[in-house]
């Protein structure tokens, strides 16, 4: 019996939409497998606001803190968009982030075969491509000192500050170089040091991790030559290790290449406790209306599992299960061919989520 302590943090927009997709999954795997969920809930984001007047209250913070690991939706809405940024939904999360310590985003990106209607690229540039970002999560530019907007002489100025020191480098870079051993053993560590001094330590430091790791190739590319490469020959990478800010940008393209932003998952970790989240937003748009992909949502729990709870085998058993899905041509609007492709079956988020369940259902009973 292995109990996961974990807490459920719905957030904002569709968020609590495919959290209750995730759930549903975590109540076949207590009925199905050894593992127990200890659950507990709270506010957060912009529904903490409106409850508490903060994104992140204390007694979260050391909820979190507590547990095994964290299984967040979405923050973030218009709701909440006039407010000034110390106050935004956003500055939760980033909060979240920090206070948990994971320092280290990652984010894969798959290509799921039998979306390559949806995805942007040609077929034969994506074809088996699967590849992870490796995201700095806790400082940089996100963090930097100084920081604000002030005035003089009636002149607005603001500032922020890309603030790097090595030792922060160098734990992001090992859990990096790490992964890379486990899989094709190549990193691209991606910078831009030929103008910014906080990146050319970046460089040099990655550079300097390499040698205590002689079996992976390392490769450091500009962000901007990552930008084109990324959309010219994505078949290229396996391990990308960036900071905080490129990796935001960086991972935002890959989800979209992988057909939709509602597809990917991804996993946040430091020295203890992981945080657990899809990469796509709240989609406000789309909210209530029961339209929402919950698929990254469910993925993200499968990182969980193999992260928190050391299990693997049920991390690709949703995948496997999502990747059938998607084959009998289930498909979320965000998924679908425009027009409607053929064999597709366009449904809502509960239909997704439940043909995913069945799925997973079936493999299990087959174990
Ligand atoms: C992400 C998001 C967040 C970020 C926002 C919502 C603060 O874009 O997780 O990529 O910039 O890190
Ligand atoms: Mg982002």
Known sequence: MTELKIVLLEGDGIGPEVVSEAV???DLLEEQTDLTFAVERADFGGASLDHHGEPLTDATVSLVKDADAVLLGAVGG????????????ERGLLRLRAEMGVFANLRPARF???????????????????FLFVRELIGGIYFG?????SAEEGVRRGVSTMVYDE????????????????????LVSVDKANVLEVQRLWREVMSELSADYPDVTLEHLYVDNCAMQLVTRPGQFDVVVTGNMFGDILSDAAAAMTGSLGMLPSASIGASGGLF???????????GQG????????????????????????????????NAVLGRGFRTLDIASHGGGEGERVVGTVEMGAAVLEECRARLAQK
């Open 24 to 26: 549903k999954v975590m």
């Open 78 to 89: 218009p709701k909440w968009d006039d407010l000034p940024p110390d106050s935004r939904p």
């Open 277 to 287: 989240e899809p990469v796509h937003g709240s989609a406000p748009d789309i909210a």
């Open 167 to 186: 030792n922060e480098i160098r734990r992001v870079g090992r859990v990096a170089f790490e992964i890379a051993q486990r899989r094709k053993k190549h």
């Open 145 to 149: 000192e100084p920081r604000g907007i």
């Open 291 to 322: 339209k929402a992909n919950p698929l990254a949502m469910i993925l993200s729990l499968g990182m969980l599992l193999e992260h928190s709870g050391g299990r693997a085998d049920l991390a690709a058993l949703i995948h496997e299960s999502v």
């Open 112 to 130: 799921f075969d039998s979306l390559s209607d949806s995805c942007p690229l040609r077929p034969e540039l994506t074809k088996d491509v699967e």
